[in-house]
């Protein structure tokens, strides 16, 4: 048994706790006049976590003191556990915590005190926990902050806060602290990384993005280069990244440090490659390969199989092209939007251009905005593109023969249509004539072919009967003379 040095023996309350792993503590001296004036609490118990705390449950505090059978000191009359330890040596019956709650009051200035001068004879008032509870602090033996009553209820922890833009920090499962994250580098340092990097290897721009997206060398033979720089270049090159060449070819063009260099800008004579400037160099390169992709597309559209040609001759070597591209009266009557559809579809850059530059200005008179239909820009535009392939090729000819004809069969002067032939306008007057003259013969051709073609039909009564085609001819001559 524990002894404390300047008092009477520890009774076996402290003694049990002792032997539960609890210190037991020494009580203040010194007694006043008011029984519940005491001094400063003295924690009795040892803090102990939740998770370690004998008495979590009322059970556990029952089967405790439950496991005390003898005990090593003698109580008092006077002590509020006397019962307590007779009946427990007796074995008899287990206390509970109502039997623990519900003794005489104390009178002394401790509980546990050997001053305590309680007549035991006088019944005590029964007493339930919580009017026992309120009376504890002021005795000097428990605290609300002690482990002993607060450890019935589980504390919650404390929920650390996080500072408000910090990452969130992943437990390391192998127990590790977890590693601090460097703050994010903003786009001026990666910058100043990225020049300090090329000014280490002696490079500049110009040079990297040249050993970047080339793919051969000097002598025309390809460079060999590593999958990842192919799959770097093959993405940024397809539009597969955030910002794509479109998005750098507008900063290069409105840039302000690539201004001041104007007089030369759209250049059609000077190679692009020879330019410097970058607006200088991307206006001369889109006029250039514009210019590149209209000539292919009209050498597409004055094939023979493209449906501008006009061929009325029989030679015997235009044999087979005659079969393609010999036109009738009725390929003039419909040639126009024939002919538009055509460049709408195969000389469509072309087309697109000069419906452009032939849109007319709107104008607006008393506040409505009116557009001119007196000249349909589609209908301009198609005989502007046929008179352009009929300079390429002189069998695309279709809508400047159908001007040739208009104009010889309105009784136009010879010297008019010879100075429309010199503008290309449309064909000569032979051309023209020898085209009237194939329409002649296919007319003719048809007229006696329909003559040869007897039919025999039957009528409604099954009667045989014999269509045939009969042709009336009046003498207009004799008719306008009379």
């Not at 602290?177 to 290897?201: G, H, N, Q, W």
């Not at 015997?316 to 005659?322: G, I, P, R």
């Not at 000249?375 to 392939?389: F, T």
């Not at 009929?390 to 279709?398: E, G, H, L, M, Q």
Request: hydrophobic share 35%; aromatic share 8%.
């Amino acid at each position: 048994m524990n002894h404390h040095p300047n008092s009477e023996p520890v009774p076996l309350f402290a003694s049990a706790a002792a032997s539960a792993n609890f210190h037991s503590v020494s009580l203040a001296s010194g007694l006043t006049t008011n029984p519940y004036d005491s001094a400063p609490p003295v924690p009795l118990f040892r803090r102990n976590p939740a998770a370690n705390d004998p008495f979590q449950s009322t059970n556990s505090y029952d089967t405790f003191f439950g496991s005390l059978r003898t005990g090593t000191s003698t109580l008092t009359q006077n002590n509020p556990l006397h019962s307590l330890t007779s009946s427990t040596r007796s074995g008899d019956i287990r206390p509970t915590i109502d039997h623990i709650l519900n003794q005489p009051p104390p009178t002394g200035h401790h509980l546990f005190s050997s001053h305590a001068t309680s007549d035991p004879s006088v019944p005590a008032p029964r007493r339930d926990f919580s009017a026992y509870k309120s009376q504890l602090p002021t005795l000097g033996q428990f605290t609300t902050s002690d482990n002993f009553v607060t450890s019935f209820q589980t504390r919650t922890p404390k929920r650390k806060e996080r500072t408000p833009g910090m990452p969130l920090e992943t437990p390391s499962p192998t127990g590790a602290p977890p590693k601090r994250r460097k703050p994010a580098l903003d786009t001026s340092e990666k910058l100043k990384k990225i020049f300090a990097l090329l000014k280490d290897l002696d490079w500049t721009i110009g040079e990297f993005f040249h050993h970047l997206f080339s793919h051969k060398d000097e002598d025309n033979i390809p460079i060999s280069r590593s999958q990842s720089h192919g799959l770097i270049v093959q993405n940024f090159l397809a539009g597969k990244t955030n910002y794509t060449v479109s998005d750098i070819i507008n900063l290069w063009m409105t840039s302000p440090y690539g201004s001041g260099h104007d007089e030369r800008m759209f250049e059609t004579e000077t190679s692009y490659l020879d330019i410097r400037p970058v607006r200088q160099a991307l206006t001369a390169f889109a006029v250039q390969a514009s210019a590149d992709y209209l000539g292919s597309e009209s050498k597409t559209a004055v094939k023979p199989a493209s449906g501008l040609h006009a061929v009325i001759e029989t030679n015997a070597d235009l044999q087979d092209e005659e079969e393609e591209t010999t036109i009738q009266w009725m390929d003039l009557g419909n040639a126009v939007p024939r002919a538009a559809a055509h460049f709408r579809e195969i000389q469509r850059v072309a087309f697109h251009f000069l419906n452009v530059m032939a849109e007319p200005t709107p104008r607006s008179r008393n506040g409505v905005i009116t557009i001119p239909k007196s000249r349909p820009r589609e209908n301009v535009v198609a005989h502007c593109l046929s008179i352009l392939d009929f300079c390429k090729n002189d069998r695309a000819r279709i809508l400047p023969l159908c001007r040739g004809v208009l104009y010889l069969a309105s009784c136009v002067p010879v010297d008019i249509i010879a100075i429309n032939s010199r503008l290309g306008t449309m064909p000569s007057v032979n051309t023209i004539k020898s085209a009237l003259k194939g329409f002649s013969q296919q007319k003719a051709i048809a007229i006696r072919t329909r003559a040869r073609d007897v039919s025999v039909i039957k009528d409604s009564k099954c009667r045989l009967r014999t269509l045939l085609n009969i042709l009336i001819f009046d003498n207009v001559q004799h008719f306008l003379r009379q």
